[in-house]
Nanobody, 122 residues
Framework: QVQLLESGGGSVQAGGSLRLSCVFSSPSRTCMGWFRQAPGKEREGVAAIGGTGSTSYSDSVKGRFTISKDSAKNILILQMNSLKPEDSGLYYC??????????????????WGQGTQVTVSS
């Protein structure tokens, strides 16, 4: 049983920054990631981190977002800088529980958090 809980969402102006955190119930050595979904749109893979720390990012956030993990504290982080209105959405933390290489495919993930809202105004 794996549980995840996101926090850190909020409302900011374009160009601002937010840091999302995800606390997971037990240590994970498999791929974990962040996804987002805007109303009426498909869920999008934002960033993922593999079992050895390798990362993968959506083209839309490369150079602006950074995914990291504090394994000692069981916390997954998404640092978001230079935010744009199109970054708005409900952000989900997720864990594959099995995959080693980072993945941005939602179907690869088994465990999901409840989501935290991010709103970026122009």
């Amino acid at each position: 049983q794996v549980q995840l809980l996101e926090s850190g969402g909020g409302s900011v102006q374009a160009g601002g920054s937010l840091r999302l955190s995800c606390v997971f119930s037990s240590p994970s050595r498999t791929c974990m990631g962040w996804f987002r979904q805007a109303p009426g749109k498909e869920r999008e893979g934002v960033a993922a981190i593999g079992g050895t720390g390798s990362t993968s990012y959506s083209d839309s956030v490369k150079g602006r977002f950074t995914i990291s993990k504090d394994s000692a504290k069981n916390i997954l982080i998404l640092q978001m800088n230079s935010l744009k209105p199109e970054d708005s959405g409900l952000y989900y933390c997720a864990s594959t529980g099995w995959r080693f290489v980072p993945s941005l495919r939602a179907s690869d993930y088994t465990y999901w958090g409840q989501g935290t809202q991010v709103t970026v105004s122009s």
